[in-house]
């Protein structure tokens, strides 16, 4: 339990990566124990989509480059300085480099529960994200969920089908540093508020 709740507390979005490669069979583990996700009528619709070459990765690279930008322009004076001095995202970095995506249209499951809320397709790409993200900690793997993005963009430049809908950019890597708070929350953007849940009591 205890060792539960210190994974819990060490996950990290991590942005800074060092160039150590990793272990291509450690890689496989990783999104195999994603796949172990729970998932609406086990629909299993994350779709994990390695970008393999340098162009592609410069263009994504790029890409958000320019949204980062295009998003900061409703800063101003000292939050725009501290906004610009921001990292978000270690895409030129990062080992390893995945576009994570949802098959909105997957026959897989049968659409058990997805007539409803079809939402629920998407919310189970996220359990594998996060699958993920506490099994690559496990390993001592960052990674880093990098959204700031224009998805229609990215889907065109990676070719997919129409029916997938882009949830993000993936970076893994070994980080820099370990660090037990979050990068925003050093660096003055925001902190971790205290938790509280909602009573209905009629
Ligand atoms: C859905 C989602 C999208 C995110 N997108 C970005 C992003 O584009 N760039 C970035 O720097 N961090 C991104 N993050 C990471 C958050 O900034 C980070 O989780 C938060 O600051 C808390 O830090 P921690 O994950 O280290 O606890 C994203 C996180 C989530 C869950």
Known sequence: MAAFEDLIH??????????????????????????SAPS???????????????ALREALAAHVDEQVARAGKIYEGQEDRLYRSLKLHGLREAPAL??????????????????TMPEARRYSCVMAIHTLWLAARTRGIGM???SILDPATVDAMLEV??????????????????EATPELERRGW????DWHSTVVTR
């Open 40 to 54: 609406v009528g086990l629909s299993q619709p994350w779709r994990f989509v390695r970008i393999a070459t340098p």
């Open 98 to 115: 995945f576009a994570v995506y949802c098959d909105e249209g997957t026959e897989t499951g049968h659409r058990l529960g997805a007539m």
């Open 10 to 35: 060490a996950r990290r979005d991590v942005r800074h990566f060092l160039c150590d490669p990793l272990d291509e069979a450690e890689v496989d583990r990783l999104l195999a124990l994603a796949h």
């Open 161 to 178: 089908p129409p029916s997938w809908r882009c949830l993000g950019l993936l970076c893994l890597g070994y980080p820099t540093s370990e």
């Open 144 to 146: 880093g969920w990098v």
């Open 190 to 193: 925001e902190h971790r508020t």
